[in-house]
């Protein structure tokens, strides 16, 4: 069965950390990798795909394919990062994106 | 506003009556997707249109649910005898010829039933 795990509900840093949000995928095929990101009082949208190897406001996100996993990663936090995170992977047949539990990011002072 | 929209926002009903929720996605996009997300969860994928055909269906869309895209444009998804357990955020998004994969979401419409 297709599965994505997003092991952490909450991950609480201090401003300036380094941030880590993991993501763990079981999937047949080749999925292509997204990460949505959802602030307070707003809607999801989109941070960032693997297939376009972007740096979005200072994340980047690695596939890694021998762990079949997708961290998303910050090396300094931000108190405006703290949001939802949801790790999506996506299969060409149905387009349909198949959603993590999500994390939530906590950027304190 | 260009990004999608749904309508309504929130919607309270009592369980066993019927409601219907609209979504316009971006103009240009030719494909448009229904989730639902309850508390704690992710969204979770319920039905893809490409232009007016309905291509996939999930599994969690009992025969109480039933969506169209008549003319390619809008689309409306429709629960029958609604139920406690059909409370959730019922989210809207759409992609296109130039955007990848990528989906664009709307802000989603809140269910109640009571």
């Known amino acids: 069965a297709q599965r994505v795990t997003q092991p952490e509900k909450l991950l609480s840093v201090f401003k300036g950390a380094p941030v880590e949000l993991k993501c763990n995928y079981s999937y047949s095929g080749s999925p292509e990798l997204f990460w949505y990101v959802q602030y307070s009082r707003q809607r999801l949208q989109l941070l960032l795909r693997?297939?376009s190897r972007e740096s979005i406001k200072g994340f980047t996100a690695d596939l890694n394919k021998g762990e079949t996993s997708f961290h998303l990663k910050k090396p300094f936090a931000q108190e405006e990062d703290s949001a939802m995170y949801y790790c999506?992977?996506?299969?060409?047949?149905?387009?349909?994106?198949?959603f993590g539990t999500g994390t939530r990011l906590q950027v304190t002072l | 506003d260009t990004g999608v929209s749904q309508d309504p926002r929130h919607k309270i009903t009592k369980r066993g009556q019927n409601v219907t929720f609209r979504c316009d996605p971006i103009?240009?996009?030719?494909?448009l997707y229904w989730y639902r997300q309850t508390l704690g969860q992710g969204p979770e994928f319920l039905t893809y249109f490409q232009n007016e055909a309905q291509l996939e269906k999930s599994r969690l869309l009992s025969d109480r649910f039933s969506a169209e895209r008549p003319k390619g444009s809008f689309s409306t998804l429709e629960i029958q005898r609604t139920e406690q357990g059909d409370s959730a955020m019922y989210l809207c998004?759409?992609?296109?010829w130039g955007t990848g994969e990528t989906q664009y979401f709307g802000p989603g419409t809140r269910l109640l039933v009571l």
């Open positions: 693997h297939i």
């Open positions: 999506a992977p996506h299969t060409g047949t149905a387009s349909k994106l198949t």
């Open positions: 103009s240009e996009h030719n494909r």
């Open positions: 998004a759409s992609s296109g």
